[in-house]
């Protein structure tokens, strides 16, 4: 299993993160999401032979746009 240490410090709502954090939870080959409170940061542990963490960055700064759109 491989981490991988997000920063989302464009997303100011913690209630957006949570959102981020839920969708993020049903990729194919994500294990766990953690949100690091207070610090804008999201941890998430992932299958490296399903999903590429290019690929998670990728999606997860897509998500952030959309919450503010």
Not at 8 to 13: D, G, I, K, P, R
Not at 34 to 43: H, Y
Request: glycine share 8%.
């Amino acid at each position: 299993m491989s981490m991988i240490l997000l920063s989302l410090n464009e997303v100011a709502c913690s209630g957006c993160i949570g959102s981020i954090k839920r969708k993020v939870k049903r990729f194919r080959g994500v294990e766990k999401v953690k949100i690091l409170s207070g610090t804008g940061k999201i941890e998430i542990n992932y299958d490296a032979g399903i999903i590429q963490s290019e690929e998670l960055n990728r999606s997860i700064h897509k998500l952030a746009r959309r919450t503010f759109d």
